[in-house]
């Protein structure tokens, strides 16, 4: 009997049974013959369609206040790409929104990297992220197995989204008092403020960007310096929770994978580059109320669609 093949280019499986849980092709749709399998290439369509939209989705969410961790729980689990490939994508494809800042501030970065052996504002502000680092990271590695355990879920995920949305309505019609005006004027006491702010990102569906900027403004940061800190935190914050999950699941890597990774990674590269050009230019005119809106709207139709059972989200 002819062995039977994946009909999904990538993957190459010839085992159907496990054809799903390798590369997200429903086991029935094998055949016998890979010259006939080869003509079928749907699946690989809708497969890399789903690439694309997830980059987008990461790209295009990171930097803003809406939660990308979330609207990407959320987007695995209505595109079937949720299990344990998928979480590797997902972090990979942090890594290009990650690029995105520093091709943005490639000029400051290289400033600080001349400048940190010798220039006091350079040595400050490393020092500055450093601090604001610390508070999230210590947290997330004392509770991330918990985190990841319970709150990865649409559910929850949306809870989150409407609460963080009520908190931005709230400090947006507070009166702001700017003291700094400059992420360069920031203090140390400043970056340990905002840091306890991203700690709280740590809850999916939070927003680490609409946590650092939000809490930044309560703290007296101008729109601007909240903004661009929190822009600059992401890159070691990043960093560090990639490589710690890249790390853990090292096992899952797969050279196949190589392809899907580098479409992703530049999707969400050019997404996220375009999203921090864009938002720079929209805090200068205006708050971040519309923002609070999606969320709490996006967050109650994620709960009516679990609960008149329109969508069945997992438990």
């Not at 054809?19 to 016998?32: D, E, M, S």
């Not at 019609?173 to 970056?191: I, L």
């Not at 991203?198 to 900027?213: K, M």
């Not at 996220?272 to 050009?277: G, K, M, P």
Request: glycine share 8%; net charge positive.
């Amino acid at each position: 009997m002819s062995p039977i093949y994946c009909v999904s280019a990538h993957c190459g499986n010839a085992n159907a049974g496990s054809c799903y849980q390798h590369c997200g092709v429903p086991a029935f749709v094998v055949k016998t013959d890979r010259t006939i399998a080869a003509t079928i290439r749907v699946m690989d369509i809708i497969f890399w369609i789903k690439v694309l939209i997830l980059g987008a989705v990461e790209g295009f969410t990171e930097f803003l206040p809406i939660s990308s961790t979330g609207h990407l729980i959320i987007a695995g689990q209505l595109l079937g790409f949720n299990d344990e490939r998928g979480k590797i994508f997902e972090i990979v494809i942090q890594t290009g929104a990650m690029l995105a800042i520093v091709w943005e501030y490639r000029v400051k970065f290289t400033g600080l990297a001349i400048g940190i052996t010798h220039d006091r504002k350079a040595q400050q502000f490393v020092m500055n992220l450093a601090i604001a680092f610390m508070p999230a990271a210590i947290l997330g590695l004392a509770f991330n197995k918990y985190i990841k355990a319970v709150l990865f879920k649409p559910v929850p995920v949306a809870i989150a989204f409407i609460v963080g949305g009520i908190i931005i309505l709230w400090a947006e019609r507070r009166t702001h008092t700017v003291v700094v005006q400059s992420v360069d004027d920031m203090s140390w006491k400043d970056a340990l403020k905002v840091g306890c702010a991203q700690a709280f990102a740590l809850i999916p569906g939070t927003s680490r960007s609409g946590a650092t900027i939000i809490g930044g403004l309560l703290f007296g940061l101008s729109r601007r310096a909240a903004t661009e800190f929190s822009f600059f935190l992401a890159v070691p914050t990043l960093i560090a929770a990639g490589g710690y999950d890249l790390f853990k699941n090292r096992a899952l890597f797969d050279a196949g994978d190589i392809s899907m990774f580098a479409v992703g990674m530049t999707v969400s590269f050019a997404s996220a580059f375009l999203c921090v050009r864009w938002l720079l230019r929209y805090i200068a005119s205006h708050d971040f109320t519309a923002f609070a809106w999606y969320r709490i709207v996006f967050g109650l139709l994620v709960l009516l669609t679990a609960y008149s059972g329109v969508v069945t989200w997992g438990a």
